[in-house]
């Protein structure tokens, strides 16, 4: 059984800096793209930032140039690095993964991790 674990969310002031990581936890053969979501209250959920097996990224407009989307294929983790935040940047962010657990099940499926709550004070 596969589990997405987040960790990294909380308070900031606007202008400051997080950093949100997420942990493929369980049996993981591969994982292909790794994306970070965002969901305000009364908003639809929406992409922020993906990162596919190759390493090619693609972001959200209103990130680009601010946050920064990595991951460790060795420890099944991707980080999402958030600079000079505002306040609009505040939300829930959702971790996400197509993942091929293995060990006979050789489907791709697609995950999710529990949500981790962004607030930016401005």
């Known amino acids: 059984q596969v589990q997405l674990v987040e960790s990294g969310g909380g308070l900031v002031q606007a202008g400051g800096s997080l950093r949100l990581s997420c942990a493929a936890r369980g049996t993981v053969f591969s994982i292909n793209a790794m994306s970070w979501y965002r969901q305000a209250p009364g908003k639809q959920r929406e992409l922020v930032a993906a990162i596919r097996s190759g390493g090619s990224t693609n972001y959200d407009d209103s990130v680009k140039g601010r946050f920064t989307i990595s991951r460790d294929n060795a420890r099944n983790t991707v980080h999402l690095q958030m600079n000079l935040l505002k306040a609009e940047d505040s939300a829930v962010y959702y971790c996400?993964?197509?993942?091929?657990?293995?060990?006979?099940?050789?489907?791709?499926?697609?995950?999710w991790g529990q949500g981790t709550q962004v607030t930016v004070s401005s």
């Open positions: 996400n993964a197509d993942i091929v657990p293995g060990e006979g099940n050789w489907v791709p499926r697609n995950y």
